[in-house]
């Protein structure tokens, strides 16, 4: 059986480029997902990456985790999606996204997932598992609605180099314009990868976790930022050989993640040759390349 969204949910996903879905997983399928976000290799993963004091997103979860990688395909997330982004729908990523316990601790700053990982096209979703009940406590999600109708905003310093969070404040300057998903556990957000959102610290002391995928359609052809395990994953119809490109211009982004030199994260490095990296012919502004 098939779930699509109804017209109704499509029409408030295109007016606020959000969208929750509560009660989509069982809490059976929760409870296997808690099981590996609570197992040890999950833990040390989350302790490595500082996770007692800020939120973490441990990527290529699914790719590593045959339990997770099936989640990657949930037919009822897949029916979403699909209504959204056409029936040959790819993973870009997966990651288990926590934000600590501890009062007053975590959080995600203002962005856009697009300035992350520019496409040719900006058919990409990104689909929230809710592991935990979630409110504003915990350190819900916050989306400023119709933000992704705005185009890209910038997440640079100015001269070229990426920040990784946008930096136009005037953006959330509305509080009107913001909603906190709150929902119970074993719900789905699905965001659009231009919309601006954040989320808050944990003021609970309660858990918040949760598991996504970056879905994107098969004819969005990545131009830059992390080529991850999991990405380029058919999980549903195929792929058509085909890009499909909006008219856009963007920045792409430039720089290595401070401490993560494993990850290249928002660099363009990987897209070019090695004879044009030796040759010192990469277009990369100096002060980013240096
Ligand atoms: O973990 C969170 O609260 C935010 C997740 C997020 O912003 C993202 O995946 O882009």
Redesign the pocket.
């Known amino acids: 059986m098939s779930f699509p969204l109804s017209a109704e949910q499509r029409a408030r996903f295109d007016e606020d480029g959000f969208l929750a879905l509560p009660g989509l997983l069982t809490k059976e399928e929760v409870a296997t997902i808690i099981d590996v976000a609570d197992s040890a290799h999950a833990q040390g993963l989350r302790e490595g990456h500082g996770g007692a004091e800020r939120?973490v997103?441990d990527y290529d979860i699914a790719a590593v985790n045959p339990t997770l990688w099936e989640f990657g395909a949930h037919e009822r997330i897949l029916d979403a999606v699909e209504s959204l982004i056409g029936p040959d729908i790819q993973i870009h990523h997966s990651?288990m996204?926590?934000?600590p316990d501890a009062v007053g601790k975590?959080?995600?700053r203002w962005?856009q997932?697009f300035a992350?990982l520019p496409h040719s096209n900006t058919s990409l979703v990104?689909a929230?598992i809710y592991l935990d009940d979630t409110t504003v406590e915990n350190?819900?999600?916050r989306v400023v609605r119709g933000s992704h109708k705005e185009g890209l905003l910038d997440h640079t310093d100015g001269n070229g180099i990426f920040l990784a969070h946008c930096q136009e404040s005037r953006m959330w300057a509305d509080e009107s314009r913001i909603a906190a998903i709150e929902v119970p556990a074993g719900s789905v957000s699905i965001h659009h990868c231009l919309a601006l959102?954040?989320?808050g610290p944990n003021h609970a002391g309660r858990p918040?976790r949760?598991l996504?995928f970056?879905y994107r359609a098969a004819d969005a052809v990545q131009l830059g930022g992390v080529v991850f395990q999991d990405t380029g994953r058919t999980v549903r119809g195929s792929f058509p050989g085909r890009a499909r490109c909006e008219a856009v211009s963007f920045n792409l982004p430039f720089n290595v993640w401070p401490g993560e030199t494993d990850r290249n994260f928002g660099t363009y490095d990987r897209l070019l040759g090695d004879e044009v990296r030796r040759r010192g012919l990469n277009p990369v502004p100096a002060a980013v390349a240096g």
């Open positions: 939120t997103h990651k996204a926590w934000t975590g959080g995600v962005h997932d992350f990104s929230f350190g819900a999600m959102h954040s989320s918040r949760g996504i970056q």
